[in-house]
């Protein structure tokens, strides 16, 4: 689908939702002048973020949006590891990035609030934020009001907060000359956009970024891992995720996929095991 044909295919999508374009925008977190330029065919492919952002604005999947012609999955690199992998997701919080809850401690340091309330507000509303349910400003305000502040940026402390994990951001680095590499985490609006342009992340030629606020799914949700097999141009055997997280790994497992447990605390040890079982094998 070229991009005026794009163009028609949301503005029915929007019109068939009963919204205006500037109830779009709103519900999208998207410019006007975006918008109206997608509509239009004025600009060529648009990012696959911004498309999915639309799709959660108005209720529907992204291939009920495109009617199955969204932009095509990249094609994937011409290596296969012994176990059959060829696509590689990897988790950012505990996985590429370490020690983000040093914000709370630095947020009862500079509000007086308890540690305590700072962790349970957070984590009150974390999910529907990751999901994209709730905007990042009316989270600021609910912590702000809850620990008795004027106003608060929770994306200011934590990416104060963040370290990259220096032996998984080598290792992405690596895996992405043979492969394709993905990033796949429940992460609240504008986050990865922001750690890339600060340096936070790998700076690889992403095949896909699943970002859970602009998917409408977090893991282990089967929502989030059926956006990302979407975007790999694989089967579910020829996947891998990396992740920190035990649910979120089985949860993978049981989609179809290769699994591997990272522990933050042993990042060499455990990014040599992620290394181990991604040494090509063969050229495709």
């Avoid at 505990?94 to 040093?102: N, Q, Y």
């Amino acid at each position: 689908m070229d991009e005026v044909g794009l163009g028609k295919q949301l503005q029915a999508a929007r019109k068939n939702a009963g919204l205006t374009q500037q109830d779009l925008c709103h519900k999208a977190g998207l410019s006007y002048s975006t918008l109206a330029k997608i509509e239009r065919g004025a600009i060529k492919s648009p990012s696959i973020f911004t498309i999915q952002s639309i799709a959660a604005a108005l209720g529907v999947s992204l291939n009920e949006l495109m009617g199955d012609h969204g932009p095509a999955a990249a094609a994937p690199k011409k290596y296969r590891s012994k176990s059959g992998i060829r696509f590689v997701y990897f988790d950012i919080n505990g996985c590429l990035v370490r020690f983000f809850h040093r914000a709370f401690t630095q947020l009862a340091a500079d509000t007086g609030a308890n540690a305590d309330i700072i962790e349970t507000t957070f984590w009150h509303y974390n999910d529907a934020v990751c999901r994209g349910e709730m905007p990042l400003a009316d989270f600021n305000q609910a912590m702000a009001k809850q620990l008795r502040v004027a106003d608060l940026d929770w994306q200011a402390y934590y990416m104060a907060a963040v370290d990259p994990i220096k032996e998984m951001h080598d290792l992405v680095r690596w895996a992405a000359e043979y492969y394709d590499v993905g990033l796949l985490s429940n992460i609240m609006p504008g986050f990865i956009e922001a750690m890339l342009a600060g340096g936070l992340l790998p700076n690889v030629d992403y095949a896909a970024i699943i970002d859970s606020s602009k998917t409408g799914a977090i893991k282990p949700e089967p929502g989030i891992y059926e956006a990302a097999q979407h975007y790999t141009n694989c089967d579910p055997s020829e996947v891998l995720l990396v992740d920190d997280s035990r649910a979120n790994i089985m949860a993978a497992e049981k989609f179809g996929w290769h699994v591997l447990w990272f522990d933050d605390y042993r990042p060499e040890e455990s990014s040599a095991r992620v290394r181990s079982a991604l040494e090509p094998d063969t050229a495709i």
